[in-house]
């Protein structure tokens, strides 16, 4: 069982930037791969980046590519994605999630999900 708990969300004018933070308990956190997603107000969730186990594989939705980072630390159980030239398009509760395997895009896949922290980026 893992239990995740996201922060670092909030009200942000456009052109700024936030780091997202999402904090596992339990053991083997290293064992899974992660991945953030985000769902707008009346619209469906959708991927946003995934991370392998060991940190070494990314992959971004085209959305956020070239201006997010997602990133791990398996020895504070943390995954990281830090959101560069926000837009108020990026508004939207953001969650994050684990899965046995490799990294997947599809949120269908993931076994474990936080509760989300909300993204607000204002004109």
């Known amino acids: 069982q893992v239990q995740l708990v996201e922060s670092g969300g909030g009200l942000v004018q456009a052109g700024g930037s936030l780091r997202l933070s999402c904090t596992a308990s339990?053991?083997?956190?290293?064992?899974?791969?992660m991945g953030w997603f985000r769902q707008a107000p009346g619209k469906e969730r959708e991927f946003v980046a995934t991370i392998s186990k060991g940190g070494s594989i990314t992959y971004y939705a085209d959305s956020v590519k070239g201006r997010s980072t997602i990133s791990r630390d398996n020895a504070k159980n943390t995954v990281y994605l830090q959101i560069n030239s926000l837009k108020p398009e990026d508004t939207a509760v953001y969650y994050c999630?684990?899965?046995?395997?490799?990294?997947?895009?599809?949120?269908?896949?993931?076994?474990?999900w936080g509760q989300g922290t909300q993204v607000t980026v204002s004109s």
């Open positions: 339990g053991r083997s956190f290293s064992s899974y791969a």
């Open positions: 999630a684990a899965r046995n395997g490799g990294s997947s895009t599809t949120a269908q896949s993931y076994y474990y």
